[in-house]
């Protein structure tokens, strides 16, 4: 027993249970060897009209390109990670099975870094062009690759695959019948490049810069409310920060139809009024009651219907 025995016995064990499923992904003239990470099984599913089964064909072959806008977000039964087939030489393996030697490691991946691939042209293409690629796993079975970054530094190319039929996305239409804009008598997309052959909205470019209200923990609700009420112990230089955050717990209580919430906030305000020490601005109880009476009413107000501060002359005296 030794090292060296080990080695051979896991590489030999691997190879035997574990084996490496090469395929021949194929544009035209160009290909490339490539493995997908896991293996492709065979599809087998019992629909209403009989048993359907597929069995994945070794050669990918590229159909053409769509805009990465318009395939969306399809449903998939499957996604695997695509690397070419790393080159392996006789001289790579020695005698008597086993691993090879670290320094036949180093020198057979620096010969593949050299070599040209059509599996890295097509991954760095797609990803420049923020482009799918629609490629054909077997019998009317389809699927598309395209480039996911995991980082900032680092992507991968990726296979995700559709469920067995012409109809497996169905804002595309049958996918059998789909042709190159050369043969359209005007460019679907538009001269700006704005629109779209398919019923896709992505001309909307919404803004994600205000933070969403999110309560999954307790802890997001419990610093929430800890918020309000240190900005209302410090009424009235805090009354607008306050009165911001106040309206941002009602509108997200109302939509998780969390209304006990209002109830208990306003139940909170009212006890943090009378807790008011005998130095603080007379200003900062009318407005903690205020808050109290008009959160418990905004129960059966608008979604929309802000709470307003409180016009009082302690106010109209500061404004003049």
């Not at 320094?103 to 890295?120: I, R």
């Not at 990803?127 to 995991?150: H, P, R």
Request: aromatic share 8%; glycine share 6%; hydrophobic share 35%.
């Amino acid at each position: 027993l030794s090292m060296a025995s080990c080695q051979a016995l896991f590489s030999k064990l691997a190879e035997t249970q574990f084996p490496a499923v090469s395929y021949t992904l194929r544009c035209g003239h160009m290909s490339s060897e490539v493995q997908a990470v896991p293996v492709l099984e065979t599809f087998r599913k019992v629909y209403d009209f009989g048993p359907v089964v597929r069995e994945p064909s070794r050669e990918m072959n590229i159909l053409g390109f769509l805009d990465s806008k318009d395939i969306a977000s399809p449903a998939v039964i499957s996604r695997h990670l695509v690397l070419p087939r790393p080159t392996k030489t006789e001289k790579d393996v020695p005698e008597g099975g086993g691993v090879p030697p670290a320094e036949g490691e180093s020198d057979t991946a620096e010969q593949d870094g050299k070599a040209p691939s059509f599996c890295v042209l097509l991954h760095g293409s797609l990803k420049v062009e923020s482009m799918v690629a629609l490629v054909q796993l077997g019998e009317n079975w389809y699927g598309f690759l395209y480039s996911w970054a995991d980082s900032k530094k680092k992507s991968n190319l990726m296979l995700s695959v559709l469920e067995p039929g012409e109809d497996s996305v169905s804002w595309l239409g049958k996918i059998n019948q789909l042709g190159p804009i050369s043969c359209s008598t005007h460019n679907p997309y538009g001269e700006d490049d704005t629109l779209s052959p398919y019923p896709v909205r992505h001309a909307d470019k919404r803004s994600y810069a205000q933070n969403t209200t999110v309560w999954i923990k307790p802890s997001g609700l419990q610093t929430d409310v800890q918020k309000i009420l240190r900005n209302a112990r410090k009424l009235p230089e805090k009354q607008q920060t306050f009165y911001k955050e106040l309206n941002r717990l009602r509108k997200a209580a109302l939509s998780f139809g969390f209304v006990d919430l209002l109830e208990g906030m306003s139940a909170m305000l009212e006890r943090e009024c009378t807790l008011l020490p005998g130095t603080a601005h007379p200003d900062a109880a009318l407005q903690l009651t205020h808050a109290a009476k008009e959160l418990r009413l905004a129960i059966n107000k608008d979604y929309d219907d802000n709470i307003a501060p409180l016009q009082t002359h302690f106010t109209k005296a500061e404004n003049d």
